[in-house]
Structure formats: structure tokens, C-alpha cells
């Protein structure tokens, strides 16, 4: 149980564009969606926590006109990178949660954005 | 800002033998967790820890939560090459109202055949 996945798990594209990547929990209601962003060789740093039918809480230095979040169903949430820079080329994870206490997040398999 | 210092960062090992990965912080966590994470892939969880000074077991694996739930351990007992992977802690802290993951900088596993 608990499967979560995310789509496309692979972008190349060129500078400008704007992506979009979809996360779905499959067998479970996910309250809450989680956006990470991980860069080669270092750990998972949240972007944004969302709730479905509400705004996205985004962290601190995260652009959230650049990075729009939708959570618009409790089963799908997206993340669009806006006009794309090679800069913001990394490996984009969402995760997801239900709402009992101490549930874990189950994380999707990633998405890998090349901004060419 | 919370943080969570994992240490070894780097770990290569023969097969057969024992390794302990540590997770720090001087933050008190609601609950803990350990994920394993596959080059190219989403880090997939491998135990919760809730209780101070809670102790599971799967397998091989040993995850300790610390008494005063600032800390945390994962032994892993007569590694095997299958074992190989970056391995992540992660702490559940409560920021903002929400519920959030903290972290470490994880530790990549090589177990030699």
C-alpha cells in the first residue's frame, strides 16, 4: 500500500519553458502533498507543503510565483516550474501523507528536470 | 532552523561485516524516520520511530530512537552487497502549524561482495 507516483520521472527541455510535474497517491486520500528538491550528491530540501483546497505553504527562498503548486483533489497534486533556467535543473520529489497522527510520507520516484 | 547531523556521510564496508549510522540533533522530534534511497529514485521508508528509546527490528536493520528523541541509530548486522544505497534520517517536527520532515545529509552505503 501507500504508492505514490510521479510523472514524468524524466524532462529534458529548453530555456523558457515551463514543466509540469504530477504526483498521485493511488490507494490513499494524501491530505497533504510535499514538493523536495534534491541537487546531485546532496539530501531532499522541502520547496513547499500543500493542502488539498488551500495554498501552498512554500519555505523560505523558494519562489512561489516560479514554482506554482496546485492540490486541487486529495489524490493530485502538481508543480510547475515556470520559465525554466538551466539553474533550476535538479531532481524534483513530491511526497504524500494522510491525515492520522505519525503518518509517514511516501515519497514519489522523483522527477529529473534537465534545463538545457 | 532544525537540523539533523548524520554521520558517516561515506561508508564502504566488506560483506559480512557490521556498521552503525547515527542521526543527531538537539532538536526533540515527534517521530523519526529512516528511508533508503536508489540512485534515480524516491526515497522509500523503511522504519517509523515514535516512542523514546523505541527499538525495531526489520531483518538485519536495528533503528534506535533516542530516550530524549533527539537521535537516532541504524545498525545494519552482516551487510550484504544488496544492502548498498544512500540511506536517509528523517526527523517529523511541527513548524507553522504543519507537520514537516527535516533531513540529514544521508549516508551512502557500499558493501563490497
Known amino acids: 500500500g501507500a504508492v505514490v507516483s510521479q510523472h514524468p520521472s524524466w524532462v529534458i527541455c529548453k530555456s523558457g519553458t515551463s514543466v509540469k510535474i504530477e504526483c498521485r497517491s493511488l490507494d490513499f486520500q494524501a491530505t497533504t502533498m510535499f514538493w523536495y528538491r534534491q541537487f546531485p550528491k546532496q539530501s531532499l530540501m522541502l520547496m513547499a507543503t500543500s493542502n488539498e483546497g488551500s495554498k501552498a505553504t512554500y519555505e523560505q527562498g523558494v519562489e512561489k510565483d516560479k514554482f506554482l503548486i496546485n492540490h486541487a483533489s486529495l489524490t493530485l497534486s502538481t508543480l510547475t516550474v515556470t520559465s525554466a533556467h538551466p539553474e533550476d535543473s535538479s531532481f524534483y520529489i513530491c511526497?504524500?501523507?494522510?491525515?492520522?497522527?505519525?503518518?509517514?510520507?511516501?515519497f514519489g520516484d522523483g522527477t529529473r528536470l534537465s534545463i538545457l | 532552523t532544525q537540523l539533523l547531523e548524520q554521520s558517516p556521510q561515506f561508508l564502504s564496508i566488506q560483506e559480512g561485516e557490521n556498521l552503525t549510522v547515527y542521526c543527531n540533533s538537539s532538536?526533540?522530534?515527534?517521530?523519526l524516520q529512516w528511508y533508503r534511497q536508489e540512485p534515480g529514485e524516491g526515497p522509500v521508508l523503511l522504519v517509523t520511530v515514535v516512542t523514546g528509546g523505541e527499538v525495531k527490528k526489520l531483518k538485519r536493520l536495528t533503528f534506535q530512537f533516542g530516550d530524549a528523541r533527539k537521535d537516532s541509530s541504524l545498525h545494519i548486522t552482516a551487510a550484504q552487497p544488496g544492502d548498498t544505497g544512500l540511506y536517509l534520517c528523517a526527523g517529523s517536527t511541527l513548524q507553522g502549524g504543519s507537520e514537516k520532515l527535516v533531513f540529514g545529509k544521508g549516508t551512502k552505503l557500499t558493501v563490497n561482495p
Open positions: 511526497s504524500a501523507r494522510g491525515d492520522r497522527k505519525n503518518q509517514p510520507q511516501h
Open positions: 532538536s526533540v522530534f515527534s517521530s
